[in-house]
């Protein structure tokens, strides 16, 4: 693996250093270099320097400038308005640079020095019950972020924090002892089955519950039972969690996602340290008996009547709630597992919860400036009529189904094209998955994590606008394009060439490849590393309408382009892999 410096880092270099020179006592200034519509780039960090050296802004600019080693690197560095630096690198150095990267399996994105190890907890379904569109933000989203954090060299570790406790297995339980033929082993079913039998169960559950004080009175019983730990109860409960893992199995194999085994670790793991959490936080002062409660206050966090909502780590009848089981799964994270950084990809409603538990954790230790939590809260997924998603009768959508539409949706579309590029009926449906799929995660994906967005099938499978089917579609053009090529002619970079505008465009955003993946890991915000992609494969566009490749000019020129094609095809794959969206070589 070979790092390279990129053209933003090497230029904002020799713009310090010259900033340094004209103007020592100013020490490492920031030149605030960003890309510009002008030149190349722009640096507009000397106007605040010469305010606060009372000097003349576009004096100091001109001396900056004359203190400039331009080298190989700049083309032109001139003074505009009243003292922005206007920087144009050189064609050369676009092209060595890129050479470096297409040199290198990673494209030349560096490692992180000194990198932690961050716990991702997402994906976090509830056993015994179905995968619903609310579940989709939270695996799509970790899912991406657990990919970049890796690439820039962070140790992930993930956490799915299922539902696999509460009262309501008391319910299912009793049931299943009652009619113990109904809940079929978990490996003789496939996902389809094992939800079907769940569901028939909770339903069957639910009605003698709610019509039979016998039964009802003998579920809470159970319920008892489970928590206490009797052998009997805990062997139903794992049935159902066993039978519920093959059904989230199926979906997350449909989302193209994969998912470990050992990352499960759901509610019950917990268990054992909810009463040490609580003995704890009493001990060090942190919690307080009120009204019979264990609780933590906060100052700034009042509700009705100004009066204080208190974070409740055990209730007066001595049973723990969410608060106790995330606090002790913090303990885990941080202690058992080393974690410098835990993510919580929730539901953004939940927001005021994980304020209360983070606070309360940093109160007892556990998490520190050298430890820390980050809630990334994710909007609601929006139906066409702008409220949350729902079927044409009002009920959630299910998971799974969304996901089938997607897939049936986008297989006619490449379905439309498989005769022009001789694609077998094989292909097809396995194009059309990967496309429905990759249209649904990048329609999350390409959104603020923060943000709601509406959920519009016809719009994520179209060949036009920001979606993936846009960037599956340029992608597989390129390979199209180095096929025709064959031995005739291979990519290979010219650097004594000159570049065309859209060669020079294309150049430079390929370029900013690693900062991108960097800054979007940095901030939690995949939407940065999409709209990057969608840029690149938008600039790619047009390099393509205005350079002709396999004719171009000279041969020299042919391979140039060539190289162009075949490194924006290789960062367009990595990029759209850290999203976890596939790109097919035929469509």
């Known amino acids: 693996?070979?790092?390279?410096?990129?053209?933003?880092?090497?230029?904002?270099?020799?713009?310090a250093d010259a900033l340094s020179a004209a103007l020592p006592e100013a020490g490492a200034a920031d030149p605030l270099l960003r890309r510009s519509d002008r030149a190349d780039f722009q640096a507009n960090g000397i106007l605040a320097l010469a305010k606060k050296a009372k000097a003349n802004p576009r004096e100091l600019a001109t001396q900056v400038v004359e203190r400039i080693t331009a080298g190989d690197l700049l083309a032109d560095v001139e003074v505009s308005g009243p003292g922005f630096l206007n920087v144009t690198v050189t064609d050369k150095a676009i092209t060595e640079t890129l050479a470096a990267r297409a040199a290198d399996d990673r494209l030349g994105v560096p490692l992180k020095e000194n990198a932690g190890v961050t716990v991702v907890d997402y994906a976090q379904p509830n056993v015994a019950k179905e995968m619903h569109v609310g579940h989709l933000r939270s695996a799509v989203i970790g899912d991406a972020?657990?990919?970049m954090l890796d690439f820039t060299g962070e140790k992930t570790i993930g956490r799915h924090h299922i539902g696999d406790w509460g009262t309501q297995f008391g319910m299912l339980i009793q049931y299943l002892i009652e009619h113990p033929g109904e809940l079929a082993p978990a490996d003789?079913?496939?996902?389809?089955?094992a939800m079907s039998n769940l569901n028939r169960i909770y339903k069957a559950s639910r009605a003698v519950f709610d019509a039979d004080e016998d039964f009802k009175e003998r579920a809470r019983k159970r319920v008892v039972a489970l928590q206490s730990g009797d052998k009997e109860t805990l062997d139903l409960w794992q049935r159902f969690v066993d039978e519920s893992k093959v059904y989230f199995y199926s979906?997350?194999?449909?989302?193209?996602?994969?998912?470990?085994?050992?990352?499960?670790?759901g509610e019950s793991a917990y268990n054992d340290m909810m009463a040490e959490t609580a003995r704890q936080l009493e001990e060090s002062g942190v919690a307080v008996r009120s009204e019979g409660a264990l609780v933590v206050f906060f100052d700034d966090i009042k509700g009705k009547d100004d009066q204080p909502v208190p974070l409740i780590v055990q209730k007066k009848d001595g049973g723990f709630g969410y608060a106790a089981s995330d606090l002790s799964a913090i303990r885990d994270r941080v202690v058992d597992l080393h974690a410098t950084s835990l993510i919580y990809v929730v539901d953004v409603r939940q927001s005021l919860h994980f304020k209360m538990v983070f606070e309360t954790a940093r109160r007892a230790g556990w998490l520190s400036d050298e430890v820390t939590a980050h809630n990334m809260g994710y909007g609601t997924v929006l139906g066409a009529d702008g409220k949350p998603f729902k079927t044409r009768e009002g009920e959630t959508v299910r998971l799974e189904d969304l996901l089938d539409e997607a897939a049936e949706r986008a297989t006619a579309v490449v379905r439309d094209k498989a005769e022009k590029v001789g694609l077998t009926e094989q292909e097809i449906?396995?194009?059309?998955r990967y496309v429905g799929i990759g249209a649904v995660k990048y329609a999350d994906l390409s959104t603020s994590p923060s943000r709601d967005y509406k959920f519009d099938l016809d719009q994520m499978v179209s060949l036009n606008g920001d979606t993936s089917v846009y960037l599956q579609y340029a992608y597989a053009r390129i390979?199209?394009?180095?096929?025709r090529a064959?031995?005739?002619?291979?990519?290979a970079a010219h650097p004594e060439l000159e570049l065309a505008p859209a060669e020079r465009a294309l150049g430079l955003h390929l370029d900013a490849f690693g900062d991108t993946v960097f800054e979007a890991a940095a901030e939690h915000a995949p939407h940065k590393l999409a709209a990057y992609l969608y840029q690149l494969a938008s600039l790619y566009t047009t390099f393509y309408d205005q350079c002709?490749?396999?004719?171009?000019?000279t041969p020299e020129q042919v391979e140039n382009r060539l190289f162009l094609c075949d490194l924006t095809a290789r960062t367009l794959h990595q990029g759209m892999a850290l999203l976890g969206i596939r790109t097919p070589e035929k469509l």
């Open 1 to 15: 693996m070979a790092s390279v410096t990129s053209l933003t880092a090497s230029v904002h270099q020799r713009l």
């Open 145 to 147: 972020l657990r990919a």
């Open 188 to 193: 003789e079913v496939d996902g389809e089955q």
């Open 251 to 265: 979906v997350f194999e449909k989302l193209d996602m994969e998912i470990r085994d050992d990352e499960i670790v």
């Open 429 to 432: 449906v396995e194009n059309g």
């Open 479 to 483: 390979k199209s394009i180095l096929r």
């Open 486 to 491: 064959g031995e005739s002619a291979t990519p």
């Open 548 to 553: 002709p490749v396999l004719k171009a000019d």
